[in-house]
T-cell receptor
Framework: NAGVTQTPKFQVLKTGQSMTLQCAQDMNHEYMSWYRQDPGMGLRLIHYSVGAGITDQGEVPNGYNVSRSTTEDFPLRLLSAAPSQTSVYFC????????????FGPGTRLTVL | EDQVTQSPEALRLQEGESSSLNCSYTVSGLRGLFWYRQDPGKGPEFLFTLYSAGEEKEKERLKATLTKKESFLHITAPKPEDSATYLCAVRMDNYGQNFVFGPGTRLSVLP
């Protein structure tokens, strides 16, 4: 099992550009989430999904979109990048049977100039 | 406001020098407290779940405990490979993925 994979590992964008961060898991987990991690702050939840076709907002959803058409994939779209979105982004998944135990991907470091 | 704080922000220990990390929370309706380990440049790795005051969990040199207001991660005779940032998180309800993470404690264990 590859676990949770994220691409790209690093990305630099200019203000106003859009892009999609990819997340995939091969563990057949129902729950998937996107977090951002900023220095001195805890991980903050952006969006999450409890299954294919079901998504909901987290603590900091503005400027981001998600969709979940398959169990495996949960892409995060930045609509119009802003410098405030410079951060490290983590995708996580967990199974319905133990949904509190999240498996995290290796992260994507995003810089918006 | 629901909040999770961790102390100290950073901790340097000599190999074999035991210590404790603290996680304090002010949330209503706690539905679980979780500890994660995060190595530099990597995603967090799940360690423990605690659900009720008085509960304890152990894994190798780590032991996590929970009271009504805080949790401690005790590290006994640490080794350099225990160096990492330790995150705690709480869950306030049973719906969705409503976790609140603390900022972490950066632990360095010197040989």
């Amino acid at each position: 099992n590859a676990g949770v994979t994220q691409t790209p590992k690093f990305q630099v964008l200019k203000t106003g550009q859009s892009m999609t961060l990819q997340c995939a898991q091969d563990m057949n987990h129902e729950y998937m989430s996107w977090y951002r991690q900023d220095p001195g702050m805890g991980l903050r939840l952006i969006h999450y999904s409890v299954g294919a076709g079901i998504t909901d907002q987290g603590e900091v959803p503005n400027g981001y979109n998600v969709s979940r058409s398959t169990t495996e994939d949960f892409p995060l779209r930045l609509l119009s990048a802003a410098p405030s979105q410079t951060s490290v982004y983590f995708c996580a998944s967990s199974p319905w049977s133990s949904y509190n135990e999240q498996f995290f991907g290796p992260g994507t470091r995003l810089t918006v100039l | 406001e629901d909040q999770v704080t961790q102390s100290p922000e950073a901790l340097r220990l000599q190999e074999g020098e035991s210590s404790s990390l603290n996680c304090s929370y002010t949330v209503s309706g706690l539905r679980g407290l979780f500890w994660y380990r995060q190595d530099p440049g990597k995603g967090p790795e799940f360690l423990f779940t605690l659900y009720s005051a008085g509960e304890e969990k152990e894994k190798e040199r780590l032991k996590a405990t929970l009271t009504k207001k805080e949790s401690f991660l005790h590290i006994t005779a640490p080794k350099p490979e225990d160096s990492a940032t330790y995150l705690c998180a709480v869950r306030m309800d049973n719906y969705g993925q409503n976790f609140v993470f603390g900022p972490g404690t950066r632990l360095s264990v010197l040989p």
